[in-house]
């Protein structure tokens, strides 16, 4: 095998793993996740490392449990996003009365700024599909002529340029002599074959 055939499947996977994770907030669920799992080992600390501040128990071991539940959710079901970063930054704040001053701040430091982008991600068909409304938008604008009078752009204006004939083909040697027959037989008088024979 050769070299590109090597590195072709790897680049394909790259490719997929790259849209797999574009598509879901990948970066704001794991930050959450590695936020509460950092608090659960802080809980497990030493005796002389813990600080008891608040309510312990049960609320110390479930705000950092659903925090790393939310993470995963937020990769697998990037769909509800909206109530997962918000449920997120609720549980970051309340991490700091329950899990040993929110995994001594660094847990609670990274489930808020995960929260946060989760809330502020967008999905990347919004993303394609805005930037395909806006090259829409302006390629109409750049069709247009700039010449264009007022009128052309009403809709009675388009609607004449619809019904007005097209261009005029080059003149033949034969349409003087049609228009001045033309000419001639409108004007009052005796018509042209009788001018001829008295001339």
Known sequence: MTA????APAAGVRARWRHWRRARPFTAGLLIALGGAEMLVTLRAPLGVLLHVGPQG??????????VICGVLLITTPQQR?????????????SWLT???GGFLVGMLLALVGGA????????KQRAAHAE??????????????????????PAGTAAAATAPGPREPVGSSAPTE????LLSAEPGP????RAERG
């Open 4 to 7: 590109g055939q090597h590195t």
């Open 58 to 67: 049960l609320a110390a071991y479930l705000v950092p449990a659903i925090l």
């Open 82 to 94: 909206v109530f997962y970063a918000v449920l997120s930054l609720v549980l970051g704040l309340v």
């Open 99 to 101: 899990s040993n001053l």
């Open 117 to 124: 982008l989760a809330f502020a991600w967008t999905p990347v």
């Open 133 to 154: 409304t806006a090259s829409a938008e302006a390629a109409p604008a750049e069709a247009t002529p700039a010449e264009a009078t007022p009128a052309e752009a009403t």
């Open 179 to 182: 228009s001045l027959d033309a």
């Open 191 to 194: 018509p042209r074959h009788t």
